[in-house]
């Protein structure tokens, strides 16, 4: 009596995951996440993989991704958006989403340098009292479009932060175009399908910190691409 009891509860529990798996395939009234529920809850297993909130430990060495990403460059040798969440060595390249209100289009960057300025490099801007007494870096990027889509006024620049030692945001100081010689940031008004250019923001730290990590947020869905601040 008991082998048929428990032979009965198997059979019911079958066909229960074989019912849920059939409404969903059908793309009834029935979400993803509704559908791995049902299945789990009947022995079956729910997947659905984290998003990494820091960049990997280990840093990718620039290698074959293993196939296409969401939206594949034009030289396809490597997966865009496969280096989200990583940390790269300083001036290795990768291929992103950049995708700003209706601007969407597929570029390869990377964090070229980071140099150290000097507030006399800052001695004609109109800075607080409290900007004086913090360390500008440079930081200089690099840019090409690898897809077919132009983009006006991309403001490339913008979603390029640095953090500190300590993980804190360095403060970004806008400055009019060109305005610091040493870090010349002029954003292009276009920016056609193969252009390429190269642009230069300033970042402030207070003098007991350094800069840890660069980082580039193309598409806020997906988490930002990291690099070393320093070579090695």
């Known amino acids: 009596m008991h082998n ?14 074989t019912a849920a798996a059939l409404l969903c395939a059908a793309g009834l ?47 396809g040798d490597k ?19 950049y995708r700003r209100a209706n601007k969407t289009a597929t570029l390869e960057i990377a964090a070229k340098s980071v140099r150290k300025g000097t507030q006399a490099d800052l001695a004609n801007l109109t800075l607080d009292a409290k900007a004086r007494t913090l360390q500008p870096y440079y930081v200089t ?32 100081l806008i400055t009019p175009d060109d305005a610091v010689a040493s870090c010349p940031g002029k954003d292009p008004d276009d920016f056609a399908a193969g252009a390429k250019t190269t642009l230069c923001k300033i970042f402030l730290l207070p003098k007991s910190e350094t800069p840890s990590v660069v980082l580039y947020t193309g598409d806020f869905d997906k988490d930002p691409v990291y690099w070393k601040a320093t070579q090695g």
């Open 79 to 97: 997966a865009v958006d496969g280096d989200a969440g990583k940390t790269l060595p300083l001036g290795q390249p990768t291929a992103l989403t």
């Open 29 to 75: 009234a029935l979400s993803a996440t509704a559908c791995n529920e049902d299945l789990a809850q009947d022995g079956g297993s729910s997947q659905s993989p984290a998003k990494d909130q820091q960049p990997s430990a280990s840093a990718s060495k620039g290698t074959d991704q293993g196939g296409k990403g969401e939206e594949g460059g034009k030289d």
């Open 141 to 172: 990027m690099t840019f090409k479009n690898i897809g077919d889509k132009s983009l006006h006024y991309p403001f490339l620049n913008t979603p390029t932060s640095v953090r500190d030692g300590q993980g804190n945001q360095g403060k970004v």
């Open 4 to 17: 048929r009891t428990t032979g009965t509860a198997r059979l019911t529990s079958r066909r229960r995951r």
